[in-house]
């Protein structure tokens, strides 16, 4: 292959890997600072305290985590990469449970958990039945009250919908260990959205990895075409 063919062939994955930078599929790092407030059957339940911080690390903006995960550990202060998946209604693969009608079940029932705050064991209730959602927690004794009828009362009566109002949650799914090695780690769901989630982006290496060759057969192109001719 001569020397013009490798330039053409390096700008043309230059330009693939500029336009195939994933818009929705970056990586952030999710920082858990504090545990939550209740504790119910010797867990702690409702939402837990955690931030995120901007590329420059000039801005940081702290909300609350619901964890949907029962069975993993989660350290607290610790920090670890997630993958945010908007729960806009539609399925993700990218969450680490696909089937994404719990996902909107457990929507409906952080709302109920966070009207409710203040309310140490109904709290703890609707914890335990977002946990059930995900987990077999069978032989666990996890209290759930009447949060499975109320549930299913909400999804027979039309209250549980695609046009629910699942812009307001997000998915924040662990793709690496936290901060001192430990793994697994919990998934989690946030009801508040951050304002620029452009702006907590980690690029994944691969990602860098490409982009970076893909700038390098752009640039040995443009060099190529910038030699006069003879």
């Known amino acids: 292959m001569n020397k013009n063919a490798v330039a053409r062939l390096l700008a043309c994955v230059g330009l693939c890997s500029l336009m195939a930078v994933p818009a929705a599929a970056d990586l952030v790092r999710l920082y858990a ?16 305290g955690a931030s995120l911080v901007d590329a420059s690390a000039a801005h940081r903006w702290d909300f609350g ?33 696909l089937e994404n009608a719990k996902y909107r079940q ?3 029932l952080i709302d109920q958990l966070y009207d409710n705050i203040g309310t140490g064991t109904t709290v703890g209730q609707i914890q335990n039945e977002i946990w059930t959602l995900f987990s077999d927690v069978t032989g666990r004794g996890l209290d759930t009250g009447d949060w499975g009828t109320r549930l299913q009362t909400a999804i027979s009566n039309g209250t549980i919908t695609p046009t629910y109002g699942y812009n307001r949650f997000e998915v924040y799914t662990p793709v690496s260990a936290d901060n001192y090695g430990h793994s697994p780690v919990q998934e989690f769901i946030s009801r508040t959205t951050p304002p620029l989630l452009a702006d907590y982006t980690v690029p994944e290496p691969s990602l860098i990895i490409t982009l970076v060759l893909g700038a390098a057969g752009i640039a040995a192109f443009w060099r190529k075409r910038s030699i006069p001719l003879d």
Not at 71 to 82: G, I, R
């Open 33 to 48: 600072n504090t545990l939550p407030v209740d504790q119910y059957q010797g867990n702690y339940v409702g939402p837990a």
């Open 65 to 97: 985590i619901i964890c949907d995960d029962y069975y993993p550990t989660t350290y607290v202060p610790s920090n670890f990469l997630v993958r945010i998946t908007p729960l806009s209604g539609a399925g993700n693969p990218a969450t680490k449970f």
């Open 106 to 108: 457990a929507a409906w």
